[in-house]
């Protein structure tokens, strides 16, 4: 076991400067969990079970920005909380008392395989200081400098140029439409879009796919691992650990920017682009759940698994 450990760790952290982005970001978006329905005659909404709030942060943030990854919010989960609790409730799906059954089934103790809880429950505290006292401040003086439209745009260009490990992926997964689309959009988004910073695209109707290598090898029939979470990064198994580590041999930054630097202070960059355009997004965040590690361990394991049955 400590051979298997010191092998998905080593994965992950040095599995290429390219992958240094995901340090800060996963793909979104979570799965949308089941979510009892509230009683007519209740006076307040009760406290909205873990991977819910996580979802409904995930549709609000497809509705309102590009397409952003959720580890940030995996990150942000300790940040002052605001007025926007309501719009987390609003943001999120109603379904069925029995929906909510099969989704807490007995599976879920396999999926939530957690064996180095009190490590993780460790570095996920960690994280959430980072962002409370480091990226969301930053993210706070970018967005009095840089405006909105700018950082919508910068967002749109870092997306273009990581088509390459999704649509690499969506041919190992031996999904040919996605891997036409994602070469169809960086064609069309280069050209029309100017370079990638407006997504043309979607007025075509070809949107994303949402392929990477640790999807690929849970379609190969590998096994998830243990749960894991390190410091400066989202949550992982280390499955995905070792996908992040491929997927960052197939970054073309690291090939165009070959100094480490410079490619580290882009990704630090993307990432206060990306949260600077969630600000509002994770207010309420801390008071809507009642065990936030639980939240996003459940979240990240559902959506995960919902990816690769796709």
Known sequence: MRRFLMVGVAAV????????SAAFRTESTLLTVSQPVTPPEAAEPEPQPAAQVVAAIE???????????SSILLLSVGSDTGEGGDQLIIAQTQRSAQEKVESIGANDSEEEYDPWERFNETMFEFN?????????????VYNVIMPE??????????DNISFVPRAVNS?????????????????INSTAGIGGLFDAAKYWGIEKSREDFGQTLGVWGVGPGPYLILPFMEPLTVRDGIGK?????????????????VRLSLKIGETVNDRALNL??????????IDMYSAVRHGYLRRREQLIKE
């Open 245 to 261: 580590a491929v997927d960052g041999v197939m970054d073309p930054l690291s090939y165009v920017l070959p100094f480490l630097w």
């Open 171 to 187: 041919l190992l997964q031996w999904k040919w439409r996605a891997a036409g689309r994602e070469v169809s959009r960086f064609l």
């Open 149 to 158: 439209p700018f950082q919508v745009l910068i967002a749109n260009g870092f």
């Open 280 to 289: 509002e997004l994770y207010q309420g965040f801390e008071e809507s759940v």
């Open 13 to 20: 952290v040095f599995g290429g400067c390219g992958t240094l």
């Open 59 to 69: 549709a609000k943030a497809s509705e309102d920005a590009p397409e952003l990854d």
């Open 128 to 140: 959430r200081k980072l962002d409370r006292y480091a990226l969301k401040p930053a993210a706070q």
